[in-house]
């Protein structure tokens, strides 16, 4: 009988994290995203691609549409940080962030209720029968706490923050 | 209809990032939580303390019980690190985030679904009657992403960690 004001608050909670990170991004200068989050930690650029990458897998994954982004795993979700020549720009990449999650946000849109609490891609039908609870808002759930882990880290980067 | 299920979606990912600390906490030494999580930032004692101030916060918030920690306070939340001396051992402050944690997980097997879906203490019956996303399971959803972003930031402690 919740169902639309839960699929609310995981929205609303998906949405401010992104939005978040969207004010990080356009403060922090591409200089700035070369750098380490800590030393000897991943660098703002492959925080910025490897969550590009996983927002864009999540558009087969809710089964909405193609992935547009696929030349980025190898950089920056097969393989760790320095281990793979990154090419792409920062500018690029921050572009790529703001289209990706448009792109959500316009199939989030048109989503049916009763939509969200089926299985997500990753799961067949027949373990989805005994695991109700791996549909695609649980993805949601899942994708804001990892931009929130991430986003904990990229502040690092803002030196006016303390 | 899908109430229970809700439930059983935050709460899960709520006890998994819990458990996620837990092990990390284990892990590191009290003199590895004096450390800061990053050049400049905050240490790790601290930010372990503000997570039991804001865990031990929830209970009266979720109207459960009082509060057990309110010494924290001063020292966790209404301070930053390193304006105010802190006082008590990381050895303490570890058993204290297992025992407010503990205390919380009591109190949830107990909830029924729909005080899940009832008004926190800290909005008004007058907000809330127009705003009924502002409930105790939107508690739990805000409660797990500040969560994920702290750890996010206390890994950089464990020097095994890539």
Do not use: C
């Not at 839960?6 to 356009?26: C, G, P, S």
């Not at 030393?39 to 547009?68: C, F, K, Q, T």
């Not at 572009?95 to 989503?111: I, T």
């Amino acid at each position: 009988m919740n169902d639309d004001l839960m699929i609310k608050m995981v929205l609303d909670t998906w949405y401010a994290k992104v939005k978040d990170a969207d004010r990080l991004f356009d403060k922090l200068t591409d200089e700035q995203l070369q750098n380490e989050v800590a030393p000897g930690r991943n660098r703002g650029i492959y925080l910025l691609g490897h969550m590009v990458a996983v927002h864009d897998r999540m558009l087969p994954l809710l089964d909405l549409e193609e992935r547009s982004f696929t030349e980025l795993d190898e950089a920056f979700i097969s393989n760790p940080d320095k281990a793979f020549e990154i090419t792409i720009s920062a500018t690029e990449l921050k572009q790529n962030w703001k289209d990706v999650n448009a792109k959500l946000a316009s199939h989030f849109n048109k989503m049916q209720s009763a939509e969200w609490f089926t299985k997500h891609k990753a799961v067949s039908e027949e373990d989805f029968v005994k695991e109700l609870h791996r549909n695609k808002l649980n993805v949601i759930i899942n994708r804001t706490n990892h931009l929130s882990g991430h986003l904990g880290q990229l502040i690092f980067l803002d030196n006016a923050k303390p």
